[in-house]
Structure formats: C-alpha cells, structure tokens
C-alpha cells in the first residue's frame, strides 16, 4: 500500500499492567459486557497475530460508558516494547478535521469567508479560476493534489520551504473546474493551513495546540516532527511482501495541515466529546456549517463537509475520517445519535485497515446495518459495459457485468481492480458495494453514465 494515498482517509479506568491495557470496571459479573469486550479484543487481534499490523490502540467510549480503551502488539518491535494504551501515532488524514474546524473558528470570529477567494490570503496561480475556502475544505477545487505528482517522491524526505512544493504543483493543470466534482486532494488542505497562519497570525502548529488541543484537553496531541523525541510515541512500520519494515522517510513540512498531526485514541475521543457534544470548539451555528455536506455546482450533495466525512455508517449517521501516512493508519468515527466514539490506530501502513476494525467494533456495540437491498426492478444488462472518467491522480475507468441476477464491477485501482465486486442493489438505478454508490444516469431511455459517490469522492463517468 501506498501510504500516500490514504492521508489525507471515560470514566474509571482499571489498569490491566499485564498486557500494557486499560478497560473499565463493571465486566466482572456482566456476561455481555465480558462477551462485547472479548468481542473488541479479537477483532484487534486478529491482523497483529497475522502478522499484518505491529501494534495498535483504541478507544471505544459510548456516552459516559468507557467500553475499551487499550494497546495491542508492540509500539516499538525492535525494543520489544508492549503499545501502552495512551501511545500518541501520526494520525495522517485525520488531521484534516481540526484543519475545518480550525478555519470554521476563524470564521465564527469574522476574520474571513468561506466563500472568499482563497488566493485573499495567499499567493497562489489558480490559472484564472476562482477557488473558495469551501472548496479547499470538501475536495472540490479542482487543483492537482501534490501527492499525486512525480516530483512529490522526490521532495518528501526534505525539510525545505513551503514555496518550493507550491510552486510546482501550481504549475500543473486543474484536473477539473472548481465545483463540478469531488476528488480528494492535499494539496487543497495545505493551501487552508497556509490560510489559517495568515489570518490568525499563528503558525499552524501553534493555532492547533492552542485553540483545539488544550480546549479539548488533548494531553497527547501534538504536531508530528521527524526528528523530535515525543515521550509514549509508537514507532511506525510500513510494510512489504515479506511483512513489517521501518517506515519510508518523510519530513513533516509536507503533511503540514492535510495530515500532520499526532494524538492518541483518547485524545480522538476527547476530541469528539469537545465537538460534537460540549461546544467547547465550535458555536452552534459554526458547528452546523462545520457538518454540513457539501454541494457541486450541479446541486448534487456529496459525502464530505469540511475536512470530515458525513455519510452514514451502519444505517446510523456518522461524522468521520480515516488517515494513512508512513508506518501508520488510522480511524476516527462518532455516531451522534448514540454518543459512540470509536477510534482505532495502527502503527502499520499496510494490508490491514483500521476502517475495517472500527466498523466491525462498531457493529459489535450498536449491532448490525438493516437491510436495504430492493429486489432489481428491469433488465440488469442496460447497466453493463465500460465507463470511463476523473479520479484521483489519474483516470478511473469502470467496467460493469450482469453474473447470474448480480451486478459487478471491476477496475477502480486497488488490489481488488482485477476482480469482479458484487454490487446491491438500492433501487433508482443505484448500488452499492459497502460505502461506496453507483448511480446510474439515464437519458432518452439509456444509461450514459456513472456518478461515483464514495464520500471522500463524487466523480462522474461517461459511458464508453
């Protein structure tokens, strides 16, 4: 796996000194509580004893139910070191989040707009267009994202000025006009950080610790540095074919404010209960702004608001966000009408995705997504054939099959590109194959084309 491709995705405690754990009390003589916490301890075990994850914590808090908040594995291989449960990761993408919330502060303080014109605040070659603030927040902009350039692999290791990335990445074409699709992209949330330190007169690192970190009472969080000693921070590993390897270098002027910042799963969650629940970082109707979906210039809603993804998970609304940068993965998700925190961190880029561990931890607590499937309503083959359009760094095409009474798809990218997914069907020409939609459009009484809605994408193909 690319690591790249993925940033940018309590009450009493009981030590359990043994195994480096902390879980809360209560489970003695509660059956149920036992089963769901051996349940979590599983789904978390499982990808470190394959040998596909070194280490991991998590935090899984509902209301004022601390359910497991725990390490895994190791924090450091080398050292043998058991992960402590408050063990501080980069959390990559995650970071995305506190950017929003960031620039919705400084919005609610009337400092600026998120209709302005980014380029109000910093210098930039928009090539003619105009690009708002908004659209720096939901993917929408259009520009080329920088880690989906060549030079990109060649600058990462390096500490240098900023101006040296935005200066060949602003050379580049726009892969679309701002507004008429989401793709997601970096190089949009760098240009935000860059925003916040003009108009709060503060580096990013010092905004963040000062006006989201302590407000929240984040004890661990800090901005990552490739060469500063952070006390209780794991090691990160990425991975080849024969399993763990110390992770590529990348110097963290680059993350910066798409994916630069470092916590552990209880600052996630003292991060959640400070947003979403208290008020503490936003007011109420800066926070309403903050969670709501965007639009394309078409009017169609997408997924994404700004710098968080708002698509619901297990048939419940969810506001969430997952990260990926070198030798770590990581997944934040809050579901508020249950008050249910799951946060999930591995020090592992690799074949194992804490997604897939939050969703399943999820599901452990709040039970299993309804049914929604329709039975097909037509011919299934109206459908089929090859669809063709934008994705993230390159051109996505799409090719649809009827098998038995099933719909499947193959391409896309990913490990999976050559093999035929099965899609459900959702009724209105839509499917689905997990989060990710297939909304067919119709016109004269055939089928021209193929919206994408994966949340942190809504990319439209043509039919071929």
């Known amino acids: 796996m690319n690591p790249f491709s993925r940033w940018f995705s309590l009450s009493a405690l009981v030590w359990l ?106 210098p930039y070659n928009t090539q003619g267009r105009k690009v708002t603030v908004r659209q720096l927040l939901d993917h929408t902009s259009g520009m080329k994202g920088y880690t989906e350039i060549a030079e990109f692999r060649q600058l990462g290791p390096f500490r240098l000025a900023a101006d040296t990335l935005l ?16 793709i997601y992209n970096n190089t949009a949330f760098f240009l935000a ?18 006006n989201l970190f302590d407000k929240a009472g984040m004890r661990e969080a800090h901005y990552c540095s490739e060469v500063k000693i952070h006390k209780g921070k794991a090691t990160g590993y990425d991975s080849d074919s024969a399993g763990p390897v110390l992770k590529g270098p990348l110097s963290h002027v680059w993350p910066y404010a798409a994916g630069s910042l470092c916590a552990s799963a209880l600052d996630l969650v003292a991060w959640n209960e400070a947003l979403h629940q208290k008020g503490l970082i936003l007011g109420a109707e800066a926070y309403r702004e903050f969670i709501t979906p965007s639009k394309l210039n078409d009017g169609t809603t997408i997924g994404y608001a700004k710098g968080i993804a ?27 009408d249950d008050s249910l925190s799951v946060v999930v961190l591995f020090n592992t880029a690799g074949p194992a995705g804490p997604d897939d561990a939050a969703e399943a931890i999820a599901e452990a607590v709040l039970g299993k997504a309804p049914d929604i499937s329709k039975p097909v309503d037509g011919d299934l083959a109206r459908f089929g054939g090859s669809y063709a359009g934008k994705g993230r760094g390159q051109a996505t095409e799409l090719t649809f099959a009827v098998a038995g009474n099933v719909l499947t798809v193959k391409g896309g990218g990913g490990p999976a590109a050559d093999s035929a997914r099965t899609l459900t069907y959702l009724g209105n020409n839509t499917f689905a194959r997990e989060y990710t939609r297939y909304i067919f459009a119709e016109a004269g009484g055939k089928v021209t084309g193929v919206r994408i809605d994966a949340g942190y994408a809504s990319n439209k193909l043509a039919r071929r």
Request: aromatic share 8%; glycine share 12%; net charge neutral.
């Open 17 to 122: 000194t043994s195994c480096g754990t902390e879980a809360v009390p209560g489970g003695g003589g509660d059956a149920a509580r036992q089963a769901l916490v051996a349940k979590i301890d599983s789904i978390v075990s499982a990808p470190i004893a394959a040998g596909k994850v070194v280490g991991a914590s998590i935090a899984v808090v509902k209301g004022r139910d601390t359910i497991a908040v725990r390490g895994f594995g190791k924090a450091n291989v080398e050292l043998d070191v058991p992960t402590p449960p408050r063990a501080s990761y980069e959390i990559g993408s995650v970071t995305k989040q506190f950017t929003g919330a960031a620039i919705m502060q400084l919005v609610e303080q009337g400092k600026l707009s998120l209709d302005d014109d980014f380029t109000k605040y910093v």
């Open 167 to 182: 200066k060949i990445v602003s050379k580049k074409p726009f892969d679309f006009e701002p507004g008429e699709e989401e």
């Open 193 to 210: 950080g860059l925003v916040i330190e003009k108009v709060s007169g503060q580096s990013y690192e010092e905004y963040v610790q000062k």
């Open 310 to 336: 708002v698509y619901d998970r297990l048939g419940r609304r969810a506001l969430h966000h997952g990260g990926g940068i070198n030798g770590f993965l990581s997944q934040n998700t809050y579901f508020p």
